[in-house]
């Protein structure tokens, strides 16, 4: 499988806004997002290059739920250089509750955990759309996710990616730009690790947002 993926970051006092935007664009209900993730990464009996791979557990859901996933390496070429959203392959799957204990029994080792709270949209429009909004949580001990700390108080990661395939990914491409374009007075979304920081014309387009409560959807 694969998808595209931008990221940015908000200021807190601009997420209620944000989510007004995201509301009238999509249409849906928000989902509350509570989610324990905890990086891996594999020992010296698993081979030389290291891997490493990435266990959820959704806490927003009555039963938490596991889910294994590893990102792969993102497309390469003229091409990829020349767009502002990233493509790159990953592979998901849904894991029974005892799925930390198998990879520690085959080798692997805890690298960090993190706590992200916060809400998303999933929405089709173009492409099967998910943007997150999250706040990054780290642990004072081990698992202890009710005394979970954000790390950087004020702001937030905002994430949208869309599935694609090798046939189909300039289209996805193509509707995650345009989206994008809609979120632009109140944040830039670029290739992850490309942050270009808080947008100077947030303010100004949250206050608008607030006070015209954008319940039209676009």
């Known amino acids: 499988m694969m998808e595209c993926v931008v990221q940015g970051i908000i200021e807190t006092q601009h997420v209620e806004a944000l989510e007004v935007l995201l509301q009238g664009l999509s249409g849906v209900p928000k989902e509350r997002v509570r989610v324990h993730e905890l990086c891996l990464k ?8 290291p891997s490493e791979v990435r ?16 990102v792969g390496g993102s497309m390469r070429g003229a091409g990829a250089e020349q767009i502002s959203i990233l493509v790159r392959t990953i592979v998901e ?24 709270v916060g809400f998303a949209f999933r929405f089709q429009r173009g ?9 990054t949580n780290k642990m004072p001990k081990l698992h202890a996710t009710d005394e979970a700390v954000q790390v950087t108080p004020g702001i937030q990661l905002v994430e ?11 289209d996805v ?4 730009t345009s989206f994008c374009e809609y979120l632009a007075p109140l944040l830039h979304l670029s290739k992850p690790g490309n942050s270009t920081g808080i947008v100077p ?7 608008s947002l607030m006070s015209s409560g954008g319940a039209k959807t676009l």
């Open 42 to 49: 594999s020992g010296p009996n698993l081979g030389v290059v």
């Open 55 to 70: 266990l959820l557990c959704d806490l927003a859901q009555p039963t938490p739920s596991w889910t294994i996933r590893h």
């Open 93 to 116: 799957s849904k894991a029974s509750n005892n799925v930390l204990r198998y990879f520690y029994t085959i080798g692997y080792k805890l690298d960090h955990e993190l706590l992200k």
């Open 127 to 135: 492409a099967q759309f998910t943007v997150t909004v999250t706040s």
């Open 160 to 170: 949208i990616t869309a599935p694609c395939t090798a046939n189909n990914y300039n």
């Open 173 to 176: 491409v193509s509707a995650v």
């Open 201 to 207: 014309t947030a303010g100004a387009a949250a206050a």
